[in-house]
């Protein structure tokens, strides 16, 4: 189950099951969102981005959405597996109109930890 | 050659004591980063160079000294850091500083005291 609190969010799931990780976005005007994972030891990783003008993105076994109505992103990771264990952070564009120069906002994070 | 070395992995300084953080990279990108990440936090955003010109400083401070003396090297000099200042520090780098698909290194865990 997902859990929220003072800790980071975790997500424990089963492999072989989808997993999904949310997360709420601050600034309307950001024009890209990111997945990052970040395994124990090692920098983040890039996963996937979506572009604001976008509903819906995959990748191989992820798929990210976005809704900006709600300023709701969302990583899911189909037939999740342990080397999928990690931390997932989302990470938005601070554009605000000009050019943003790859400068990142991330999320708090989320633990995923898959169960073999 | 997808990789973003750093050196060294571990660093434990104290106060008074100046050290530098090293980071290098030879993919030909043209824009590198500085972040720092605390325990179980999202990396947060130091320095961006974009073609070995810094182009953004968050206000960091002075204690932090970034440099980048080619387009494939990144340097971070410390001074008289606290022990607040204890953290992983990250280097990443894109082939343009408007990519958002950065490659980061696996960092330098400083430890002040």
């Known amino acids: 189950g997902e859990s929220v609190g003072l800790h980071l969010p975790t997500l424990s799931v089963q492999e072989g099951d989808n997993s999904i990780i949310n997360c709420a976005y601050s600034?309307?005007?950001?024009?890209?969102f990111i997945w990052y994972k970040q395994e124990s030891g090692k920098g983040p990783q890039f996963i996937i981005d979506?572009?604001?003008?976008?509903d819906k993105r995959q990748g191989q076994r992820v798929t990210v959405l976005l809704n900006k109505t709600v300023k709701h992103l969302s990583l899911q990771i189909a037939a999740t597996q342990p080397g999928d264990s990690a931390v997932y952070f989302c990470?938005?564009?601070?554009?605000?109109?000009?050019?943003?120069?790859?400068?990142?906002?991330f999320g708090q994070g989320t633990i995923l930890t898959v169960h073999p | 050659d997808t990789e973003v070395t750093q050196t060294p992995k571990h660093l434990v300084m104290g106060m008074t004591n100046k050290k530098s953080l090293k980071c290098e990279q030879h993919?030909?990108?043209?824009?590198m980063y500085w972040y720092k990440q605390k325990a179980k936090k999202p990396p947060e955003l130091m320095f961006v160079?974009?073609?070995?010109?810094?182009?953004i400083n968050e206000s960091v401070p002075s204690r932090f000294s970034p440099e980048c003396p080619n387009s494939s090297l990144l340097n971070l000099h410390l001074h008289a850091l606290q022990p607040e200042d204890s953290a992983l520090y990250l280097c990443?780098?894109?082939?343009?500083?408007?990519?958002?698909?950065?490659?980061f290194g696996p960092g330098t865990r400083l430890t002040v005291t």
């Open positions: 990443a780098s894109s082939q343009e500083a408007v990519s958002y698909e950065q490659y």
């Open positions: 600034n309307s005007a950001s024009d890209y």
């Open positions: 979506i572009r604001s003008n976008m």
């Open positions: 990470a938005e564009d601070h554009n605000a109109g000009g050019t943003s120069y790859g400068k990142l906002t």
């Open positions: 993919m030909g990108h043209r824009a």
């Open positions: 160079y974009s073609y070995e010109k810094l182009s």
